[in-house]
């Protein structure tokens, strides 16, 4: 972060995402958490789970940060009889006229995108769910034997409804932990849902500025990768996520089957520098990793039948972490 050039850049990022922030306000009313932690993702270079009920302007939200940020948004609507073919694209066997030959000619499909939105992603089977692993872990799709590869910047942005549980497919943990933040989209407060009502019956808004474009986020990310840590921050992130496995402390690990995995612990650091950098400052502390704990670790805790015998959820645990593990 000594460069000149660095120096510009971090500047040049603060003026930004106060724009970003305006922008957004524009289209969506308060949600000034969710923006946060979508940004911190984002800028991170990691993928987001949005869990809320319906109505919450989830999807609106989503293709409103890809329009600020000037990057090709593709929306999947997850269905029971979804393949995988519908999310990566198929090759087609079509006569060359020059030739008179057959050949087999790739047709992409809406997974090509910089921000693809899977939305209600439970609704469908887990073979189609995890035709997105390999594109959200390596960037790339395989198909007919032969491997794609996606444009950078590359987010995968998923919605998932928590009440309506019939005929849906809860995401297995290997997929889960695919995903940077798991965010939670509350209700709106009063005063917010009076300008939301207000505001969506009357003229429609009008449309968000272009903020940053794709060369500056790949840009920004980088420079967040740059970004110092001290051992102490390291260790905390460390011994926090350690402590998810409840060897340490039995009143937490009682009610868990599995904790979380050392990816969870890169998330938190990389969650933490990009915090850091959103505020002005030029390396994390322990409070931005606190900040950052909850959507790295809410979906990374497997409870167990203790846990909801006694109505225990993994929101609670993370509290009860937070609390335990001393900086």
């Known amino acids: 972060m000594e460069t000149y050039g660095e120096e510009r850049m971090l500047e040049r990022f603060g003026e930004a995402y106060g724009q970003l922030k305006t922008e957004i306000a524009r289209v969506i009313v308060g949600q000034d958490r969710v923006v946060d932690e979508l940004a911190m993702a984002l800028f991170s270079g990691g993928h987001c789970l949005l869990v809320g009920v319906p109505g919450l302007a989830k999807t609106l939200m989503v293709s409103t940060v890809a329009e600020c940020l000037g990057l090709k948004f593709s929306r999947i609507q997850f269905t029971p009889d979804l393949m995988p073919s519908d999310i990566m694209g198929t090759e087609v066997l079509e ?12 047709i992409r499909g809406p997974v090509f995108a910089n921000i693809v939105l899977a939305d209600e992603i439970n609704r469908t089977p887990p073979k189609t769910q995890a035709a997105l692993l390999q594109a959200m872990q390596e960037f790339s799709v395989t198909v007919g034997g032969g491997t794609h590869l996606l444009e950078r910047p590359f987010f995968v942005l998923a919605t998932q409804n928590p009440i309506e549980l019939e005929g849906t497919y809860p995401l297995p943990e290997a997929q889960l932990d695919r995903f940077m933040f798991n965010i939670k989209v509350d209700y709106p407060t009063e005063s917010e849902e009076m300008r939301i009502v207000d505001t969506t ?38 011994r926090l996520v350690r402590a998810s496995r409840g060897g340490d402390f039995p009143d937490v690990g009682q009610y868990l089957s599995w904790g979380a995995g050392p990816r969870a612990g890169q998330y938190l650091i990389l969650g933490a520098k990009t915090r850091a950098i959103m505020a002005g400052r030029t390396t994390p502390d322990i409070e931005d990793v606190r900040a950052v704990a909850r959507p790295v670790l809410r979906h990374r805790l497997v409870t167990n039948f203790h846990a909801e015998a006694d109505g225990v959820t993994t929101e609670e645990l993370v509290g009860r972490l937070l609390e335990l593990v001393q900086p």
């Open 201 to 238: 019956t009357s003229l429609p808004p009008s449309k968000p500025a272009k903020v940053l474009g794709g060369a500056e986020i790949l840009g920004i990310q980088k420079m967040i990768m740059k970004v110092p840590v001290s051992e102490r921050i390291l260790s905390y992130a460390v």
């Open 95 to 106: 006569e060359d006229r020059t030739t008179s030959t057959r050949v087999f000619r790739f």
